[in-house]
């Protein structure tokens, strides 16, 4: 998809990029700690009208985790315009922590350069302070930057905020690789809610984001009882919706068994 804020489509899926910035920097005690390796697929709406759907997924590899999402328009948006959006996002584990090793965006179909790649090199802890350098390509431009906190992109972010739902944390910042630099987010929970997505009730635990230098809000809304899966996001502006994304369906794989949910009313939709 398109990033031109100009136009409403592309920038709605920017922004539902940007609503997975939750929460801060999981430890671990235990590898048994992990998400649930998943695929889940959304729908993008605004004003009720479906614009584009993406699905995700969550692998456990050898030395951490790998999340892909592939996002595309569907109904008449996908008569006008054929963009396609392809990203993966590769952590490791380390002394108990995930730390963000790798981030590859891909555009296609569109006139402008938008791709975004870049890896960061962790250096060994020096007085217990944690250093890294991030460098790649924003855009075609060169990405060079020193890091001292751990920090996330727009889709690996979900990790975290599956690992800390469960935490009644204190308002807190964290920082997120947004527009070729990396931008403080204040986020807080709100605690649990009961929601309902196509007649089914879920009691969520709702998180609030905010970008510190702006006034735009999201709302994550993460189900407890399908491992804290975001269920339902909300990006607000000026006080007024501007899109939902809504959680369609999903399977979990946990010690070869399968967990299915499907929230859609056509099941043609992801044959």
């Given amino acids: 998809m398109e990033i ?24 671990l005690c235990s590898s048994t700690e992990l998400p649930h390796e998943f695929s889940a697929n959304y729908a993008l709406e605004m004003f009720g009208t479906v614009l584009a759907r993406a699905k995700y997924t969550l692998k456990h590899t050898e030395n951490g985790l790998s999340m892909t ?5 569907v109904g008449v948006v996908a008569l006008l315009r054929d963009d396609k959006i392809d990203v993966r996002s590769d952590m490791t584990i380390s002394n108990g922590q995930v730390l963000l090793v790798n981030y590859d965006y891909r555009h296609s179909g569109d006139e402008k350069d938008r791709d975004i790649s870049f890896s ?14 991030a460098t790649g390509k924003f855009e075609g431009k060169e990405v060079d930057i020193d890091i001292d906190l751990p920090v996330w992109d727009p889709l690996s972010i979900q990790i975290p905020i599956m690992l800390d739902a469960t935490k009644n944390m204190p308002p807190h910042e964290h920082d997120l690789f947004m527009k070729g630099e990396f931008k403080r987010y204040l986020f807080e929970n709100h605690g649990r809610e009961k929601i309902s997505l ?48 809504l959680l369609e369906s999903a399977t979990f794989d946990n010690k070869g068994e399968t967990r299915t949910l499907d929230l859609t009313n056509d099941p043609d939709v992801y044959e």
């Fill in 69 to 73: 999402q592939s996002t595309r328009p």
């Fill in 198 to 245: 196509n007649d089914k009730q879920f009691i969520a635990i709702k998180i609030a984001g905010r970008e510190t230098k702006r006034d735009r809000a999201m709302y994550v809304w993460l189900a407890p009882e399908f491992h804290y899966l975001p269920v339902k996001i909300e990006q607000w502006k000026d006080g007024k919706l501007k899109s939902t994304v």
């Fill in 120 to 133: 960061i090199d962790w250096q060994a802890e020096h007085k217990q302070k944690l250093t890294g350098k």
């Fill in 4 to 27: 031109r804020s100009t136009h409403p489509l592309t920038s709605a899926i920017n922004n539902f990029l940007l609503t997975l910035t939750l929460i801060l920097t999981p430890t």
